[in-house]
T-cell receptor
Framework: QQPVQSPQAVILREGEDAVINCSSS?????VHWYRQKHGEAPVFLMI?????EQKGHDKISASFNEKKQQSSLYLTASQLSYSGTYFC????????????FGGGTRVLVKP | DSGVTQTPKHLITATGQRVTLRCSPR?????VYWYQQSLDQGLQFLIQ???????AKGNILERFSAQQFPDLHSELNLSSLELGDSALYFC??????????????FGPGTRLTVL
C-alpha cells in the first residue's frame, strides 16, 4: 500500500523551513527519501531504519517515528537547489522486498 | 552521473508493438530494480532482480517481463503496448545483499511514448 505524503506541494522563499510528512498504514522496516528534479532521475537523500533515528544530509534532515509509522523530512534554511519533488519510499516489515513510493511532494524555492 | 546507464533514452512506438529497454547497473551492483513513472506521478515499482534471479515483484503487468543476464545487465520487455504504457521507465541498482533496504542509484530513464 502506497504511503501518503503531505503536503502535495509547498512554495518557499529562500531561507525558509518546511516539513514533508510520509505516513504508512503498515509496520515499517525503513523509510527512504529521494529528490527528483524536473526531467532528471531521483537522487538518494537518506534511509531511516526503525528505531526513531534522525539523519541529516546537508541542511536536510529526517526522523522516523516507528510507533506512528511516520517519517518527516525537514528542509532547513532552504536553498534554491532544494527545489524538486521529494519522494518517500517505505519498506514494510511484511512487504517482502518491495520499496513502495509515495505520490511525492513538489517543493519550489523562490529567491 | 549515477553510474547506471539506460538505453534508449527515448522510444516512440505504436500500440500493439513490443519494445525492449536495457539497463546496465553500476559496476559491482548485483541488484537491479525497474520502476515506471507516468506523467506527474510517483514511482511505481515493477520488479527486482538480484544476481540473475527475480527477487521481488510489484504491480507488473503480464504483458511486461524482465530478466537479468550473467553480466548483470537487465532488460525490460514490454509487449502489446497500449497508450497507457507511455511513461518514463527507470532502472536503479544497489550494492546491498539483495534486500531493498539499501541506497538505490537511478539511471537517467527511458521515455516511452506509445502512439
Amino acid at each position: 500500500q502506497q504511503p501518503v505524503q503531505s503536503p502535495q506541494a509547498v512554495i518557499l522563499r529562500e531561507g525558509e523551513d518546511a516539513v514533508i510528512n510520509c505516513s504508512s498504514s503498515k509496520a515499517l522496516y525503513s523509510v527512504h527519501w529521494y529528490r527528483q528534479k524536473h526531467g532528471e532521475a531521483p537522487v538518494f537523500l537518506m534511509i531511516l531504519l526503525k528505531g526513531g533515528e534522525q539523519k541529516g544530509h546537508d541542511k536536510i534532515s529526517a526522523s522516523f517515528n516507528e510507533k506512528k509509522q511516520q517519517s518527516s523530512l525537514y528542509l532547513t534554511a532552504s536553498q534554491l537547489s532544494y527545489s524538486g519533488t521529494y519522494f518517500c519510499g517505505t519498506l514494510g516489515e511484511a512487504a517482502g522486498n518491495k520499496l513502495t513510493f509515495g505520490g511525492g511532494t513538489r517543493v519550489l524555492v523562490k529567491p | 552521473d549515477s553510474g547506471v546507464t539506460q538505453t534508449p533514452k527515448h522510444l516512440i512506438t505504436a500500440t500493439g508493438q513490443r519494445v525492449t529497454l536495457r539497463c546496465s547497473p553500476r559496476s559491482g551492483d548485483l541488484s537491479v530494480y525497474w520502476y515506471q513513472q507516468s506523467l506527474d506521478q510517483g514511482l511505481q515499482f515493477l520488479i527486482q532482480y538480484y544476481n540473475g534471479e527475480e527477487r521481488a515483484k510489484g504491480n507488473i503487468l503480464e504483458r511486461f517481463s524482465a530478466q537479468q543476464f550473467p553480466d548483470l545487465h537487465s532488460e525490460l520487455n514490454l509487449s502489446s503496448l497500449e497508450l497507457g504504457d507511455s511513461a518514463l521507465y527507470f532502472c536503479a541498482s544497489s550494492s546491498n545483499t539483495g534486500l531493498a533496504g539499501g541506497q538505490q542509484f537511478f539511471g537517467p530513464g527511458t521515455r516511452l511514448t506509445v502512439l
